[in-house]
Nanobody, 121 residues
Framework: QVQLVESGGGLVQPGGSLRVSCEVS????????WAWYRQVFGNQREWVAA???????NYAASVKGRFAISRDNAKKTGYLQMNSLSPEEKAIYYC???????????????WGQGLQVTVAS
């Protein structure tokens, strides 16, 4: 069974930086893509960033230039580096990995448990 375990959330001051991680546990063939989402209390979950196995990355306009998505395939881990954070970005951050468990088989989306990120002085 595939599980995603997130780490690295917490409290950061306005203008500060934080890196969150998401590790895939369980035997897999490869991770096709990573994505990060966030949900502010009372709002819908919104897409933040995504990458692909080919190396392309995409970002929501609100975070472009400040956030960076990356991965370490050997560690089966995805990362979201967040810089210049503002209080309005206090949210629960979720990772999503599109995983192929076995070669030649279909992929499936998997979600992390969510991490609270609070931006406050």
């Amino acid at each position: 069974q595939v599980q995603l375990v997130e780490s690295g959330g917490g409290l950061v001051q306005p203008g500060g930086s934080l890196r969150v991680s998401c590790e895939v546990s369980g035997k897999i063939y490869n991770i096709v893509s990573w994505a990060w989402y966030r949900q502010v209390f009372g709002n819908q979950r919104e897409w933040v960033a995504a990458d692909s196995s080919g190396g392309a990355t995409n970002y929501a306009a609100s975070v472009k230039g400040r956030f960076a998505i990356s991965r370490d395939n050997a560690k089966k881990t995805g990362y979201l580096q967040m810089n210049s954070l503002s209080p309005e970005e206090k949210a629960i951050y979720y990772c999503n990995a599109n995983v192929r468990r076995y070669r030649g088989r279909p992929t499936a989306d998997n979600w992390g448990q969510g991490l609270q990120v609070t931006v406050a002085s």
